[in-house]
């Protein structure tokens, strides 16, 4: 008896043992990926923006091992039924995506080239060298700037995959929303020291463009503009979350300021300065379109605001005003200081004389030349200067509309497979943040709203989702939208922290 005893215990011991090396193992998978994600974040903007292929391969590598970690991990996190309902078709749609843009690499016999796309079979025909010879060709007029870009795009979806499967704890929401509004205060404030400095540098680079514009570090000053873009509205939406704000409706004026003082009035106010700061980053950046988003973002944050209340059935004037004087206020300071910057950008010889019309009129002319498989991905540089109908020839890398850029470059079919992830995924945040009750939700999600729609909006006139960190903080923010939106404590959680799960 005494030694079957000993033997349990030993037994029990060693599960025990194999237990908490498993527990540790698996907390060290998702650490990876955590401090993976908030490493990302921070380094991405900081290299110019990362567009060097060095940087863009760090990013990769990143995305790579922390993909690996994620497969290792034996019990994976669990994402709530409806979250994983909604995901069903965007998953459809970039699988789509990616099986189209391996069918635009692949060699195909050249029969099918010239009866599929007829004008790449003519392309091929007019530039190949022994083209006689040539029994296979690809959809794509370059087929490693294709496989490049796809590899590219294809470490951003994956990095919105990890933020989906893994952030499900609402720490982890608040780590990340944190790091970003950290990283876009950080711009504006280099910005506004290397816009005044003799000798100016964007970080580890010189600055030689935009020498009178604030373009932190990055070298286009739109492109910090749509990088901005992104955050404010999440530091809006982090400021209603801790105030409450969807909640405090039916309160009395003392107890309205009681809960102010409780949720941290030093933080909340170093959240609106930072606001202030990154709004003033966007006006001294000179960017049209992002002076024109900028107060667009405060005009939607208010009227989906205004929207919730008026469907919850509140009629309380003070939530009304309040959001009018952090509206008022916050443009009023802004454009007070940055109103001569703003005048001279919108000043209209300059935009006259601007030829983005042009290139967007040749552009056009790409896609109605490859209208289903189109040219390639990555192919817009190589392929535009023979669409360039102009008397002085004038090197265009990207077409100044993401839109344009991308139908000329997938066609309507990776088009639709793009654009139609994309919209669902947004669609579906919205629809269930208008029904959500949960005051935390309700802010964090409606900031990552307006973002995406921000952006969304300046893709028409720039090509801010062709640059690595406005990118890769789209897909982080669109994966964050969702999970927020769609975020619902587990019953250990709430032991955790001892709050009541949400109902």
Known sequence: ????????????????????????????????????????????????????????????LTVLVMMAAYFLMKEKPQNNELLSRSLKWPKYLFLGLFIFIFIQIIPLPKFIIKVFSPNIYSFH?????????????????????????????LSYFLLGFLIVKTVTKRRQIMRIFSVLIAMGVFEAFYGLFELYNKNPRILFYKKNYYLDSLTGTFVNRNHLSGYLEMIIPLAMGLIIARIDLFSLAGLRLKEKLLRFSEKGLSTNLLISLGIIIMSLAVIFSKSRSGVFLLVFTFILFFALSALYFRRAGYQKKWIKNFLKIVFFMIIFISLYIGIDATIERFALDKVLREERPAVWADTIGISSDFPFFGSGLGTFASLYPSYEDREEFSRYSHAHNDYLEYLSELGVLGFVFLLGGVLFLLINSFLIWRVRRHPVVKGLALGGIVAIVCILIHSITDFNLQIPANMMLFSVVLSLTIVTAFYKRSERDNKKEGIKSEK
Do not use: C
């Not at 029990?12 to 974040?41: A, C």
């Open 1 to 60: 008896m005494g030694r079957e005893r000993k033997m349990r215990l030993r037994i029990k011991k060693k599960v025990i043992k194999d237990r908490l090396s498993l527990t540790r193992r698996h907390s060290v998978y998702g650490k990876i990926i955590e401090y993976g994600i908030l490493g990302l974040i921070i380094f991405s903007p900081l290299p110019a923006a990362s567009v060097e292929e060095w940087s863009i391969l760090v990013i990769q």
């Open 125 to 153: 025909k007019l530039f190949s060298i022994d083209f006689q010879r040539i029994k296979f060709m690809s959809l794509s007029l370059v087929p490693s700037h294709t496989l490049r870009e796809g590899l590219e795009l």
